[in-house]
């Protein structure tokens, strides 16, 4: 795994937290130029590099947006649709339990709860577990807003 890939290019390139391992670790550390001289020569380490920083600034997108949303369900609705989009598929089995979503969104869990209540009451998913079946896509969307 890469540690702080992002902060050694940019103007303002001081990682703005501290790190500690909880097993033992090892670190390659390597110096700028080493780095811009190895991306030059091979590609494979090119590519890697960009897919490492891609896949970071699109998740930290994410986080950014739902940050930005005001309501809950609007959250829920977003994450569901993210979910559906990956998958294809209106029946989905979540990845996450409302505790891990809840930390997700900044939110009590509680909250969650009853929100995916409320959805579900008003016909818009159905759940069962950890299942959900999008019964009203349009409904969803509009919770986005």
Known sequence: DTIASA????????LPVNISAQEETKLLIIPRNELLHLLKKNEIV????LNI?????QHLSQKIRLLG???????IAYYLLD??????SHEIKLPNTQNEIASI???ARPSIGRAIKEMNDTGIISTSGK????????????LLS
Do not use: H, P, W, Y
Request: zero cysteines; aromatic letters at 8%; charged letters at 20%.
């Open 69 to 75: 949303m005001q309501s809950i369900k609007g959250k």
């Open 53 to 57: 920083m891609a896949n970071r600034t």
């Open 46 to 49: 090119l590519q890697n590099f």
């Open 131 to 142: 299942s959900v079946k999008i019964l009203n896509k349009a409904a969803l969307s509009r």
């Open 7 to 14: 902060f050694i290019f940019g103007d303002n390139n001081e």
């Open 105 to 107: 969104f900044g939110v």
């Open 83 to 88: 979910i559906v989009k990956k998958t294809g």
